[in-house]
């Protein structure tokens, strides 16, 4: 004959069942450029609807050399701190645990994954979201370009340009006083009471 249960362990078995029914969605990945900023996705539904929740980021670098974690930001980070942001009200009360990562740059490249805690040794991850950092940012294409170029051939580049831009304010200069020279000749020939310097000689050649 078949035993049956006490029905607080019934209870007590569906109680833990439920507890541990958490799924965590996240996109599988996301372009953005550097210098802007974008948002890491992470929405979850838990049941029961437990009160006690913790949020943890986690960043796979590429090559899968290794795993930083971003959110909550150590302490020591505090370039990070500065450009990450997390809703804690969403977080609570809509089950949304989305990254804002601002000032991109292409180290922030990689696998971001993120876990949801309902206890302290219990967690459940999304499969994680692929984030690639493409393009340039302002000026990266100045600075490339400075860096590869090297110093000898950049200094007599710079002195040709200034060879340039002397030799044309030179010439400026004397344009203008050419054209300063020319208008006061102009005004002495064209006035009435100037006297000549040499007459003209009469019929019979006598001046």
Not at 19 to 34: C, D, I, K, T, Y
Request: proline share 7%.
């Amino acid at each position: 004959m078949c035993r049956m249960l006490p029905i607080w362990l019934v209870l007590l078995g569906c109680f833990l069942l439920q507890g541990s029914e958490v799924r965590v969605h996240q996109p599988l990945e996301l372009r953005a450029s550097p210098g802007g900023s974008v948002l890491l996705n992470c929405t979850f539904s838990a049941t029961p609807k437990a009160s006690k929740l913790a949020v943890t980021w986690v960043r796979s670098t590429p090559g899968g050399s290794g795993e930083v974690q971003i959110y909550p930001p150590p302490s020591q980070a505090t370039e990070l701190r500065s450009r990450i942001a997390l809703d804690s009200g969403r977080f609570r009360h809509q089950r949304d645990a989305s990254l804002h990562l601002a000032n991109l740059t292409q180290h922030d490249a990689g696998l971001y994954r993120c876990f949801i805690w309902t206890s302290a040794t219990s967690s459940h991850a999304g499969n994680g979201t692929e984030l690639s950092v493409l393009g340039e940012g302002p000026g990266s294409g100045v600075q490339r370009w400075a860096a590869c170029v090297p110093l000898g051939v950049l200094v007599p580049i710079l002195l040709v340009l200034h060879a340039m831009v002397c030799w044309e304010c030179q010439g400026l200069r004397h344009h203008r006083r050419y054209m300063r020279s020319g208008a006061q000749g102009q005004d002495v020939a064209g006035d009435p009471h100037s006297r000549p310097t040499h007459g003209l000689a009469g019929k019979d050649g006598a001046p």
